[in-house]
Each structure stands twice: as structure tokens, then as C-alpha cells.
């Protein structure tokens, strides 16, 4: 038992080390230091104390891109990683996303010691929640991101077409449809128009933004573009044809969805029946329960359970999955 305290006690230093290397710097601190700034640049000497703030937020900058490299070092395929942070859309950096990961596994861990159950036990399930749960909160946050984006994607095409059909080039319509759709559509234009205005072609940005969404819907955009540049035509009625096939596209995933409800719901009630009924057996009799949490056994019986679980709801989720 004392052992386990210790672990706990060295485990949580460590999560707190780790925090303040890999967090960034104090909100309050940081808003004292604007403020001491304005008041000195106002004041006797503001050039020199503008010059020492410079050089402290340098310092911050660099410390902070310290922990981007140790978080890069230490989490693997950092790129694919942050790759997948850019599709949310949020301000997450790697040093953050590796602090939250570190913190979950300790919290479940100290949890699951704290209440009894082995070392081992303790350490792969905090490994797993600590490693699971932030990947598959990143995937809900890119598959609603991507939801809004398709959603409000043939709109922006109707109003480039409209602004192409009254004589607008097309990066002109860009601009428009950066300011006039809301949501993700018209943070993702911005970005291709801002990229133009510092030199990049039109191609180029466009081609970044479908890399970095990985829609096939925006894919089509930017392949339609790229071959009406090269063989000409009607741009404004091939992106209405574009438009017209990206809804339909969309009503027949809504249709396929609905077809597929009940095998998902199906498969929902099979997964997590175990579950239910091993939490209830546990709460009406816990000593009955409590050996797959100390038996030997037990754990590698319970192990093994889950993982063929894990697989039959993996195939489940493939038989319903549908492309199009």
C-alpha cells in the first residue's frame, strides 16, 4: 500500500513538472506584463522597456517552441498528430494535447489504485484512457467540423456562381464566400484568400486546404477548378452541376444512414449489454464481481473478453459503414 501511495505521490509531481514545462505562460502574468509595458512605453525610459519586453516575449516564444519539440520528440508521428488537430479547427498545440493525454492516464491510474486495483491493471487502463479518449474526442471534433463543412459547402458554390455569372472573376468570389458563409466554409476561404494575397497561386491554396480537410467534397472543387483552368468552358455552370451533385451526394448519406439505423442501434445494444449487466452484478454484489479486479485470472480472462469484444463490434461498425 505504501508503495502504491508513493507512485501516486511521484506520478502526480511528475504530471505537475510536466504541466508547467509543457504549458504555456500565466494568463495573469501575462496581462501584468502588457500592462507594466503600456506603462513604461508611456512613460521615462518606454524605449528601453519596450525593448526588454521584446526580448521577453522572444524568450516566452522560444520556450514555447521548446515544448512543441519535446512534445514532437516524445509523442509519435507528431505530423499525422498534428495534422489531425488542425482539422478541428481549435488552438491546440502538441505540447497541450500531450499535457492533457499525460494528465487523464495519471488521474485514471491514481483512481483505479487508489481503489484497489493492481499496478498493472491500473497502468494499461490509465494508458489506455490516456491515449484513447483524447484521440477519440479529436475524431468527434473532425467529423463535426467536417459535418458543418459539407453542410454549408454547395451553398458557397451557388454564391460563387452567382458572383462569377454577374462578371466577378473567381478570386473575387473567393473573398465573398470567405466573408459571406458562416462557420467552417468561410474560415477555410479566408485562409485560401490570404494565402493569395502573400503570392500563393490559387491551385496551390486550394490544394493546401483540401490536404488539409481530407473531404472528398472539397477534393472535387479543386480538381473541377484545376480542369476548367486547363481545358475552359462555363465555370459558373460546371460549379452549379458541382453544387447540384453535392446535394444529392449528401440526401443519398442521409438515406443510406437511415437504412443503417437499426443494425447500428443493434449493434450498440449488443456492445454494451456485458457492460450494463457486469455494472449492475457489481453493484448488487461486488464481492462476486471484485476477482477481475484482483484474480489473476481473472484480469486475463476479463482481457480477453474485451479484446474479442473489440473485434466483433470492429466488424459490426465495417458492415454498416457505407461509401459513396
Known sequence: MLFAILMVIGLGGTLYLATSALGGPNPRKALKRRVEALRERHGEGGVLAATAQ????????????????????????PALLKKRIEQTGKDITLAKYGAMSLGLGVLTMAV??????????????GAFVGIGVPHFVIGK????????FNSNFPDAIELMVRGLRSGLPITETLGIVSGEIPGPVGIEFRMVSDKMKIGRTMEAALQDTA???????????VITLAIQRETGGNLAETLSNLADVLRKRAQMKLKIRAMSSESKAS?????????????LVWMINPGYMGGFFSDQRLIVAG????????????IMAKMVNFEI
Do not use: C, N
Not at 521584446?54 to 508521428?77: D, F, H, N, V, W
Not at 489504485?113 to 491500473?122: D, I, R, S, T, V
Open 54 to 77: 521584446a526580448q521577453i516575449r522572444k524568450l516566452m516564444a522560444q520556450r514555447q517552441s521548446r515544448a512543441e519539440g519535446l512534445a514532437s520528440t516524445l509523442i509519435p508521428k
Open 112 to 125: 483505479l489504485m487508489f481503489k484497489g486495483a493492481p499496478f498493472f491493471l491500473a497502468f494499461f487502463l
Open 141 to 148: 471534433m473532425i467529423k463535426r467540423r467536417i459535418a458543418k
Open 211 to 221: 490536404d488539409r480537410l481530407g473531404t472528398p467534397e472539397f477534393q472535387f472543387f
Open 267 to 279: 449493434a450498440m445494444i449488443v456492445g454494451s449489454l456485458p457492460f450494463i449487466v457486469f455494472s
Open 303 to 314: 482481457l480477453g473478453g474485451l479484446l474479442w469484444m473489440s473485434i466483433g463490434v470492429f
